[in-house]
């Protein structure tokens, strides 16, 4: 992969993002509604993430018609020319429903099936993470590197949970026999924001089960470039029966200890 072609992919990442963001700060509408439901009743999506997803693939399909898709609201092609976007229009669905400020929108750019570039935009926070593969993460256009490890009980941990009721229901208990092990839980919302946040520092470790190629692809590729390690279970990569991302030290014992746990079934 050239130099030229990732600057492309990034280039064009951060303007959609950028493009997306607006469009979700400046039109929500005040009686913003439920448009449809997913896996459960309480797992929604808005008229404004349709509209995030047809704005980003159609920018990025003007200026590189070849490319395949994989979108969370329904975007899928193959493409021809080796480069393929995943796309979360927003992160953080309920959160932005709600009014609360953390959601994201999130566009990663694989080439030959690896991720090569990262952007997760966060409009109320004002800030946008992005990664090259090997060249680092960036908050802002500033690096960013995740925190030394603290022993497991002085770590801050996110997580996030299921909208399926029997899945959420196991997480609790996950999350309840975690709890006296570690410093603190968070629970943002916002997966994307959370991975991005392992890599900037501001949490120690993270893990979800669940979590689908558009959640992560960006957000896992910022993470690592900040000096975290990203896995799922013991031995294999995150897919969606667990994901987890920690500084070094922390994911070395948090990994099999989730395992322990049974964090990736019920």
Same mark, same amino acid.
């Given at each position: 992969?050239?130099?030229?072609?990732?600057?492309?992919?990034? *280039?064009?990442?951060? $303007?959609?993002? /950028? /493009?997306?963001?607006? =469009? =979700?700060?400046?039109?929500? @509408?005040?009686?913003?509604?439920?448009?449809?439901?997913?896996?459960?009743?309480?797992?929604?999506?808005?008229?404004?993430?349709?509209?995030?997803?047809?704005?980003?693939?159609?920018?990025?399909?003007?200026?590189? @018609?070849? *490319?395949?898709?994989? !979108?969370? $609201?329904?975007?899928?092609?193959?493409?021809?020319?080796?480069?393929?976007?995943?796309?979360? @229009?927003?992160?953080?669905?309920?959160?932005?429903?709600?009014?609360?400020?953390?959601?994201?929108?999130?566009?990663?750019?694989?080439?030959?099936? $690896?991720?090569?570039?990262?952007?997760?935009?966060?409009?109320?926070?004002?800030?946008?993470?992005? +990664?090259?593969?090997?060249? !680092?993460?960036?908050?802002? !256009?500033?690096?960013?590197?995740?925190?030394?490890?603290?022993?497991?009980?002085? +770590?801050?941990?996110?997580?996030?949970?299921?909208?399926?009721?029997?899945?959420?229901?196991?997480?609790?208990?996950?999350?309840?026999?975690?709890?006296?092990?570690?410093?603190?839980? /968070?629970?943002?919302?916002?997966?994307?924001?959370?991975?991005?946040?392992?890599?900037?520092?501001?949490?120690?470790?993270?893990?979800?089960?669940?979590?689908?190629?558009?959640?992560?692809?960006? !957000? +896992?590729?910022?993470?690592?470039?900040?000096?975290?390690?990203?896995?799922? /279970? @013991?031995?294999?990569?995150?897919?969606?029966?667990?994901?987890?991302?920690?500084?070094?030290?922390?994911?070395?014992? =948090?990994?099999?200890?989730?395992?322990?746990?049974? +964090?990736?079934?019920?």
């Amino acid at each position: 992969m050239t130099d030229r072609l990732r600057t492309e992919l990034l *280039d064009l990442a951060l $303007e959609a993002a /950028r /493009r997306a963001g607006a =469009l =979700l700060l400046e039109g929500r @509408p005040a009686d913003l509604g439920v448009a449809a439901t997913k896996s459960s009743p309480v797992d929604v999506v808005t008229e404004m993430d349709l509209a995030s997803e047809k704005l980003i693939t159609g920018y990025l399909a003007e200026h590189r @018609p070849d *490319d395949g898709f994989l !979108g969370e $609201e329904g975007a899928s092609s193959e493409g021809s020319s080796g480069v393929r976007w995943v796309i979360d @229009p927003i992160d953080g669905t309920v959160n932005y429903l709600y009014g609360l400020p953390g959601w994201s929108v999130s566009i990663a750019a694989e080439c030959e099936g $690896e991720t090569v570039v990262g952007v997760v935009a966060i409009p109320p926070r004002g800030e946008t993470y992005h +990664a090259v593969l090997g060249e !680092g993460a960036r908050r802002n !256009g500033e690096p960013v590197r995740c925190r030394p490890s603290p022993p497991l009980d002085q +770590a801050l941990i996110g997580t996030g949970f299921n909208y399926v009721t029997e899945i959420r229901t196991a997480q609790a208990e996950v999350a309840r026999a975690l709890l006296p092990k570690v410093r603190d839980i /968070r629970r943002s919302g916002s997966a994307a924001i959370d991975l991005c946040d392992v890599g900037a520092g501001r949490l120690d470790g993270f893990f979800e089960r669940g979590l689908h190629p558009w959640d992560a692809a960006a !957000g +896992a590729l910022v993470a690592r470039e900040g000096g975290a390690l990203t896995g799922g /279970r @013991p031995g294999l990569p995150p897919d969606h029966d667990l994901t987890v991302a920690a500084s070094p030290g922390v994911f070395a014992v =948090l990994q099999p200890l989730l395992e322990e746990l049974g +964090a990736w079934h019920d």
